[in-house]
């Protein structure tokens, strides 16, 4: 049986909690905005469909918006009491950058969350408008401060040390650090496509069992269109990511593309399976100078190996995350296309691509976890790159309360996710209900279900 010390157990707990964490906010970023759309589409010709629409996914996003509230401080808490030298060493600058988000997002969104959700009736339909979409400015703002202090803990800069503690020298420089601007573009995508395939793949499942409402199609072809535009816009953007990931963390590409000797001309491995002792990826599937193209633009570039890295992180797990999020992402791009010819035409989707729509719902999901992954584990053994590393911040807890703490986690957690699908089915199955029921009354309906 593999034994883990407490230090291995921490972060498998830290990784579950954020697993978990970010499935919310990939969805409740994305939807924010989608029900800001459907809101001004209401406004602008005070259509049913538009109105039944909004109210329909507001469940959803109240939903979605509480569970990631609750994990979200959940993981908070684990930074001290697992993580206790990292707060300690770098609270300086974690600790204002989590503090900003508080301020100017978290305070947004429960300032105007509960207008957004029961104001119909009770305010004008110009405050309602206004609330959705600060509400989804909000979500914006805290994806802006967490992804500013992730990438900062991934490329970090603007700061000094002193007596092993780190203090801040250049805020802005420290904010807008050479990895932010990619990985907050990459992950807000990541979010509209998320939030797109959920739609469209609801609506569909609601059309394939006959009980879809007056906005059903029109929410089917909004998700349809905005996965069809995104999907390509994604590809371009994480190639630019990996172009900045190459210059700043070139362990992490190696890793990625099974690249173990540094090499003109390297080939792109499509699928294999890596092995660290032996230094090679067996049954490797290639194509000849691919990587380098792609990487240096160069098909004669040279790509460092992991030969050249004294610390680089686990070959496996980054090499395989990167393809399923590939993967996912050549999926999404080619049913998103595929059903967009059929609407732009004025044509009625097939049940083929409904149900491929169907099979797609959480595709997003799976992208979006495969991606950090990548991004977490292809950081290691680093929790501040190349400044920090993780086994110098870790609590010094017995083993069998981590792994109590963990099974804990996993347990509540594989129930909260279990129960969460569960009410997305159970809202998907449900009749179209009849517009004149108040949005508290249905709001209280999904909470008692």
Known sequence: MLELDATELARIQFALNMSFHILFPAVSIGLAWALVFFRIQYTRGRSEAWEYAYYFWVKVFALTFALGVVSGVTMSFQFGTNWPG???RAGNITGPLLGYEVLTAFFIEATFLGIMLFGKDRVSNGVHLLAATLVAVGTTLSAFWILSLNSWMQTPQGHEIVDGEFYAVDWLAIIFNPSFPYRFAHMLVASLLTTAFLLAGTSASRILRNVHGPGTQRVLRTGVLVAAILTPLQILLGDLHGLNT????????AAIEGIWKTRAGAPLTLIGIPDERAARTRYAL????????ILTHDPDGVLQG??????????LPVFMS?????????????VSWSCAAYLLRGRALPQIALRALAWLTFAGW??????WYV????????IIYGEL??????AAHPQGVMRGTLLAYAVLYAVLLAAYVATLRHLSAKPAASLRMQAGDELQQVSGA
């Open 246 to 253: 190459l210059e700043h963390q070139p362990a992490k590409i």
């Open 389 to 394: 590393a993780v086994a110098d911040v870790a």
């Open 375 to 382: 991004t977490e584990i292809g950081r290691q053994p680093w």
């Open 322 to 334: 990167f393809r399923v999020m590939v993967g996912t992402g050549i999926a999404m791009l080619v």
């Open 86 to 88: 990292f707060i300690e």
């Open 306 to 315: 992991l030969e050249e890295f004294a610390e680089h992180p686990p070959v």
């Open 286 to 293: 290639e194509i000849p100078r691919a990587a380098s193209l």
């Open 366 to 371: 799976v992208a979006v976890l495969a991606g």
